[in-house]
């Protein structure tokens, strides 16, 4: 068979790249990178936490989100702060696939210095796919895949006129080709863990050991390894959030750097860059906690009842849409009465204000003392 893939060469999986060219942009970003983490790290416990707990929110939609998944944002928000043990209002119950993700990516990051192992994989594919099912196909789950459909392959198009973009090792080779990506995993310390987590990430789609999940899982392995690069556990940016914004060169990038050659500088250099670029958005985080945190602190000693307070830390976290006294009362299971007594308490203290349009379109606003002229 004729040489196509990166895998099938026969220096494989020794990989090359270009130091000289990478070294700036890996200087600048462990720069950014220890910058954002002191800034993080001199906010209070509870603004600290709120950023760690909005950075694993989007870290588990938009890696689910890149393979074409759509999770519940309150089902994942539910679920990371239940088992961070966080007190958060609006706490909802989790579907299974939901918590299957939320496993695997806190496994891999707040137990970061825990060795990767065959086993720990499987565990995490095993969280993924807990009916045994991607979809309406029962798959192996917690374990390798075989070749019994065929050769696994990347495909896109209609049946019948589909485009092969990627094919990977045979399933006969991945008994010895995941011990030698384990052992250099946790035992090469010769690079830099940024590269190392790029490195992995690539190393770790190609191989594609298992039959569905290898994208979130690779994510998964990458975040852990840039866990390390920080020794922390908190989250304070997410790489697959901006993953999904350039998801088409994403895409472009693993395609390119797996037919060509083992050097690898390439998708070193975008991977840089995409991190480079994960920081811009997590400024934007410490903002908006730091927001809530002003809001909260220019209302404190003032007295809300439970359903006023949840719902202004919804309307603090992103509402979705216009608030009614309808929205309201479906939202906190209450009376339209009691909705309308609750909102009209803030819209007397300030805190609410009614946006233009009347009757039973009436919709009402956050008034936030950042915005007072």
């Known amino acids: 068979m004729s040489i196509r893939y990166n895998h099938q060469l026969p220096g494989w999986p020794n990989f090359l790249w270009d130091d000289k060219l990478l070294s700036g942009r890996l200087a600048a970003v462990r720069h950014r990178q220890g910058r954002l983490i002191g800034r993080m790290e001199a906010l209070g416990f509870e603004l600290r936490g709120e950023a760690v707990l909005q950075t694993l929110v989007q870290d588990v939609i938009k890696s689910s989100e890149i393979e074409g998944e759509n999770l519940d944002a309150q089902q ?3 679920s990371i702060a239940r088992r961070l043990g966080m007190d958060i209002a609006g706490l909802v119950p989790a579907d299974r696939d939901v918590e299957g993700v939320v496993e695997m990516m806190l496994d891999a990051t707040q137990h970061y210095a825990k060795p990767l192992t065959k086993e720990r994989l499987f565990g995490w594919h095993a969280a993924l796919f807990p009916t045994g099912h991607s979809g309406m196909n029962r798959i192996i789950v917690g374990g390798w895949r075989d070749d019994r459909h065929g050769p696994m392959r990347v495909v896109s198009g209609p049946v019948g ?3 092969i973009h990627y094919e990977a090792p045979q399933a006969g080779r991945l008994e010895s080709e995941m011990p030698i990506f384990l052992d250099w995993f946790e035992n090469d310390t010769r690079v830099d863990f940024v590269l190392k987590s790029a490195i992995a990430h690539l190393w770790f789609v190609t191989i594609h050991p298992f039959e569905d999940g290898n994208g979130r899982i690779a994510r998964a392995i990458a975040d852990l390894m840039l866990a390390r690069s920080e020794d922390s556990a908190q989250r304070f940016y997410s790489m697959s959030a ?10 472009r990038i693993l395609e390119t750097t797996q037919k060509g050659g083992l050097d690898i500088t390439a998708w070193l250099s975008w991977y ?3 991190l480079d670029r994960a920081f811009d958005h997590a400024e934007d ?4 906690v730091l927001r809530k ?32 006294s309808g929205k309201w009362a479906k939202i906190q299971k209450c009376s339209q ?7 009209n308490d803030l819209v007397a203290r300030g805190i609410l204000q009614k946006e233009p349009g009347g009757g039973r379109s009436t919709s009402y606003a956050l008034v936030h003392p950042d915005d007072a002229s």
Not at 285 to 288: G, I, Q
Request: some cysteine.
């Open 285 to 288: 985080t410490l903002s908006s």
């Open 293 to 324: 945190g002003r809001f909260w602190e220019h209302h404190s000693g003032m007295p809300f009842n439970d359903r006023q307070r949840d719902m202004l830390m919804r309307l603090l976290g992103g509402f979705f849409g216009k608030l009614t």
């Open 242 to 251: 901006q993953t999904r914004v350039e998801r088409n060169d994403y895409y």
């Open 76 to 78: 994942v928000r539910s």
């Open 161 to 163: 006129r589909e485009r």
């Open 337 to 343: 009465d009691t909705a309308l007594r609750d909102i």
């Open 272 to 274: 840089l860059g995409c």
